[in-house]
């Protein structure tokens, strides 16, 4: 037994903790809060591995990004009271059962397939050990990302471009002078100074 | 059985322990000495005379006060949520201490054959690993506005997570370009890459007169400042707006929000929100120096080699404090929409246009004319983007009575 076994050890029952935890509080802003603690402990997971600019990249982008943006709409709406337990949809409980097992399948599968991958079973593993030569693997990411796999890669960015456009334009509030400009109404009178 | 326990942990984990033991006790006397230096500096600023009663110089005070908040009473206000009120003031104060962990202080010493560096890990990703730290501190000052149940610290965590999303992106940005001049995301290869003096820069070559000019400075070190002073402005502005102080206190606003988000702590629990603040300021101070001004360059004289640089290193450090301090007592707060539109209409596309600049000067393979050439154009545009708004300029029309009206109502 060595250090990282123990490392690993307390990464996963945090993680795990952390996971039970969010499915039966019934703060939502608790519910965020062990989420969050979710994925410290899985960019623990990722140092583990080796992987320092995923670990640093889950950090920033999700616990500090896309959470502190949850807990601010949970904050701003005000919506930190105990969750209702009326389902607005009807039989959402069979379809999610049934969504449910096939993630459960899928991870399984993953599983066993990582597995192979770890012991040197696929092509993977060695794309992998190849990804990771030298110090670090920053630059042979971003060798995959910009070369690679470049058309998807600037295809997402313009999905996202457009899907921010696109929320900005609806969420847009006009002015009541800009709304009355566009309406043809003439600009109220200058108050005498 | 203590060799045995060695060898089970590992020789670098053990080395890497005792650095982060020393670091934090230096840090927390150099919190104390830093808010005795700002409570000094800010009266010597404002004509009076600041603490100066209890031991030499008044350096007594930050302790007073110290053994004062822990001795306090620590209560919870009742709509309080429990746990997370308590993990608030963990949550303001490790993060910063954290950030410590990349930040080279020194040189290296040897001991027995060991070459021992002044800083606590030199990780490949050192500069993301700050930012990390950087985005996790939001989570103290918002739990802290949740948690008291109370409508003013609310009204300060909601603002401060606006706040630190927004220049968190600007302060990111501004560190790129440094990332593209060097190569590399670790803290240790940065301060190496700024060894030396402007003469060995090569850019010039081939170009006679621009080469004669970089002669005349060639005793001038060659930090980053000198090419890089757009990223450095921008790091400076939103490294002022992570730290949430004025002029960026809006969080804190004592004016109109009592003190914000810890209006309802006390005690040790204040203290760690006071600590982490300050540890936060040496940190960004720290880093500033380290990707602008060289790290622990400087000139090395005499029999103490490995001393030097942690002198140098502390001044330049204690330079940055001074500037925050300074900040802090010439600017007045900024209005939340003011503040909003500083981070994104101006920082966050400045330094996008000067990220541009960086990569195209540094591009290989383009006639170097045409990099310059471009480079320049960019540089322009920063600096336009930047200051179009002064009214020397007469780029944008002065606001009129109309366009104040459309001033958004909506006020955090």
């Known amino acids: 037994m060595n250090l990282e076994v123990v490392i690993f050890g307390v990464m996963f029952v945090v993680a795990l ?15 965020a809060l062990f989420l969050v603690g979710a994925q410290m402990a899985l960019a623990l997971a990722f140092l583990l591995q080796g992987a320092f600019f995923v670990a640093a990249i889950q950090i920033i982008v999700y616990a500090g990004a896309i959470m502190v943006l949850f807990l601010f709409v949970i904050m701003l709406l005000g919506i930190d009271l105990r969750e209702s337990l009326i389902e607005p949809l009807t039989g959402q409980r069979g379809v999610a059962l049934g969504l449910g097992a096939v993630l459960a399948v899928g991870l399984v599968f993953v599983g066993v397939q990582g597995a192979d991958l770890a012991a040197g079973g696929g092509d993977g593993a060695a794309a992998l050990t190849e990804l990771n030569q030298g110090p670090g693997n920053v630059k042979a990411l971003a060798r995959a990302l910009f ?3 470049l058309l998807p890669f600037e295809v997402t960015s313009i999905l996202l471009v457009v899907a921010m456009v696109g929320v900005m334009v609806l969420a847009r509030r006009i002015s009541a002078v800009e709304n009355d400009r566009r309406a043809g109404v003439p600009a109220a009178e200058e108050e005498a100074a | 059985m203590i060799g045995n326990v060695i060898d089970w942990i590992g020789a670098p984990v053990i080395i890497a322990a005792v650095k982060v033991v020393i670091v934090f006790l230096v840090l927390l006397v150099v919190t104390m000495l830093v808010i005795w230096f700002e409570r000094r500096v800010l009266a010597f600023m404002q004509s009076r005379h600041g603490p100066n009663r209890h031991g030499p110089f008044g350096l ?8 004062k908040l822990f001795f306090k009473e620590d209560f919870r206000p009742k709509n309080a949520d429990r746990w997370a009120y308590a ?16 930040i ?15 800083l606590v890990s030199d990780l490949n990703i050192g500069l993301l690993y700050f930012l990390a730290m950087g985005s996790i501190g939001v989570y103290g000052v918002v739990l802290a506005g949740w948690a008291s149940g109370s409508k003013y610290p609310l009204l300060g965590g909601v603002r401060s997570t606006a706040q630190l999303i927004s220049y968190e992106i600007a302060l990111g940005l501004s560190l790129v370009p440094i990332v593209l001049v060097t190569g590399s995301l670790s803290t240790k290869t940065i301060v190496a890459a700024q060894a030396g003096t402007i003469g060995d820069v090569t850019v010039f070559d081939g170009i006679p007169l621009l080469q004669q000019v970089q002669g005349l400075f060639s005793f001038v070190p060659n930090w980053y ?16 707006a992570e730290t949430n102080r004025a002029p960026f206190d809006l969080p804190e606003a004592e004016t109109e929000l009592v003190a914000g988000f810890h209006t309802e702590y006390s005690g040790i629990r204040f203290a760690m929100f006071f600590l982490g603040e300050y540890i936060h300021v040496v940190a960004i101070s720290a880093m500033a120096v380290t990707l602008f001004f060289g790290g622990w360059h400087g000139p090395v004289f005499g029999v103490v080699e490995w001393l030097w640089p942690l002198v140098w290193f502390t001044l330049k450090v204690l330079f940055f404090v001074y500037l925050f301090v300074w900040v802090r ?23 996008l246009i000067w990220i541009l600049a960086t990569a195209i000067v540094n591009t290989q393979g383009i006639h170097r004319n045409i990099r310059l050439g471009v480079f320049g ?36």
């Open chain 2, 104 to 118: 080279p202080i020194g040189d290296h010493i040897t001991i027995g054959d060991r070459r021992v560096d002044f």
């Open chain 2, 329 to 351: 007592a010439t600017l007045p707060r900024f209005r939340y929409d003011r503040l909003m539109w500083l981070g994104w209409k101006r920082l966050i596309p400045g330094a």
């Open chain 2, 87 to 102: 993990i608030a003031p963990v949550a303001a104060m490790v993060p910063s201490f954290l950030a410590f962990a990349v």
């Open chain 2, 60 to 67: 007594g005070q930050t302790l007073a006060d110290g053994i």
């Open chain 1, 147 to 149: 070369s690679r796999y």
């Open chain 1, 17 to 31: 903790g952390c996971s039970l935890a969010m499915l039966f509080a019934p703060n939502a802003v608790h519910v």
């Open chain 2, 225 to 240: 400042i000198w090419s890089q002073w757009p990223a450095f402005l921008i790091f400076l502005i939103a490294g002022i």
């Open chain 2, 377 to 412: 154009l960019l540089f322009l545009a920063v600096v336009v983007w930047m200051w179009r708004g002064d009214p020397r300029l007469g780029l944008i029309k002065p606001v009129t009575r109309s366009r104040v009206r459309e001033v958004p109502s909506g006020n955090l």
